[in-house]
């Protein structure tokens, strides 16, 4: 089992930047691979990156690259989601998810977090 708690989420200017944290626990190793997945009100789940806990393996979202930066901190059991240039339509609830590698695909990850709120006004 693998147990995961985001935070970090919150209000923040158009332009502002944020960082999230996926604070793992559990047989944590157990799956290579750390998601982070949004949510906005009415509209599906969209995938927005991905890493290994070896950091070898990096996956974007087209409409975060550059922006976004994902990293890891294997000491600290912990993936970071370091969000810059953030726009009105990154708002959403934001999900960390472990799995077996880095995928855009939910169905591929095995534990999800409970979310937390990402708001960017305008």
């Known amino acids: 089992q693998v147990q995961l708690v985001e935070s970090g989420g919150g209000l923040v200017q158009a332009g502002g930047s944020l960082r999230l944290s996926c604070a793992a626990s559990?047989?944590?190793?157990?799956?290579?691979?750390v998601g982070w997945f949004r949510q906005a009100p009415g509209k599906e789940r969209e995938f927005v990156a991905a890493?290994?806990?070896?950091?070898?393996?990096?996956l974007y979202a087209d409409s975060v690259k550059g922006r976004f930066t994902i990293s890891r901190d294997n000491a600290k059991n912990t993936v970071y989601l370091q969000m810059n240039s953030l726009k009105p339509e990154d708002t959403g609830v934001y999900y960390c998810?472990?799995?077996?590698?880095?995928?855009?695909?939910?169905?591929?990850?095995?534990?999800w977090g409970q979310g937390t709120q990402v708001t960017v006004s305008s």
């Open positions: 559990g047989r944590t190793f157990s799956r290579n691979a």
């Open positions: 998810a472990a799995g077996v590698v880095t995928s855009a695909t939910p169905r591929l990850y095995d534990y």
């Open positions: 890493i290994t806990w070896s950091g070898a393996s990096t």
